[in-house]
């Protein structure tokens, strides 16, 4: 199984990226998946995820009204877009696979994760 991660790069505040994970290995319309993030020296944090129909998502307050998450199972890949990005959304982003479909913000949950692509917000 393989999940790559795509997209980071450097913006400045208030701009917008795309960022999109492409699976293989895997038959992706039966996991859900999530975006993760993870600043220096902190922890890493839920951000977003979707059920494997695409029918339900769900966000980290941080995010919510600004980041959206989306699939396209016939692609294999979710996308993350983020708009009005901020100089706290700094860090780098990866996408995850939970099989039991569902969408858990719980790390622990999921599977398979991809390498993390970066993400750098000017102020």
């Known amino acids: 199984v393989q999940l790559q991660a795509s997209g980071g790069g450097l913006v400045q505040a208030g701009g917008s990226l795309r960022l999109s994970c492409a699976a293989s290995?895997?038959?992706?319309?039966?996991?859900?998946m999530g975006w993760f993030r993870q600043a220096p020296r902190k922890e890493r944090e839920f951000v977003a995820a979707?059920?494997?129909?695409?029918?339900?998502?769900y966000y980290a307050d941080s995010v919510k009204g600004r980041f959206t998450i989306s699939r396209d199972n016939a692609k294999n890949t979710v996308y993350l877009q983020m708009n009005s990005l901020k100089p706290e959304d700094t860090a780098v982003y990866y996408c995850?696979?939970?099989?039991?479909?569902?969408?858990?913000?719980?790390?622990?949950?999921?599977?398979?994760w991809g390498q993390g692509t970066l993400v750098t917000v000017s102020s």
């Open positions: 995850a696979a939970d099989g039991s479909g569902g969408y858990p913000r719980l790390p622990n949950v999921y599977e398979y």
């Open positions: 979707i059920h494997r129909s695409g029918g339900s998502t």
């Open positions: 290995g895997l038959t992706f319309s039966s996991y859900g």
